[in-house]
């Protein structure tokens, strides 16, 4: 019973290490990555406009980004999680967010 016990308190310690914290936003998505200490973000600015912001820890530091002045418009996001990945498509991109290793991916949606 106890080693049953021991086993199970250790799969659960080891799952909680490698859960991701994903937490959908207005704008697109923020991903906290434990193994790494890093914390991404995705933010749509518009449809064909797609901003990725890495940095450590969990809060964003204070410095000002000059070369970015727009603001984010509202924007129809569809989101789809399969697997480690979570999906976020608007009428002309689609990112693609893998929860576990932070790897982006950024489609071109054609013709629409």
Do not use: W
């Amino acid at each position: 019973m106890r080693k049953t016990l021991l086993t199970f308190y250790g799969l659960a310690c080891m799952a909680c290490l490698h859960a991701q914290e994903v937490t959908r936003t207005a704008e697109g998505a923020k991903n906290f990555i434990r193994t790494q200490d890093v914390t991404e973000e995705i933010r749509f600015y518009s449809d064909a406009i797609v901003r990725v912001i890495k940095y450590p820890a969990r809060q964003m530091p204070d410095k000002k980004s000059y070369p970015v002045i727009k603001t984010p418009e509202n924007i129809d996001i569809s989101y789809t999680e399969q697997g480690g990945n979570l999906s976020m498509k608007t009428q002309n991109l689609e990112v693609i967010m893998d929860k576990n290793s932070g790897k982006i991916t950024v489609k071109y949606l054609p013709g629409t």
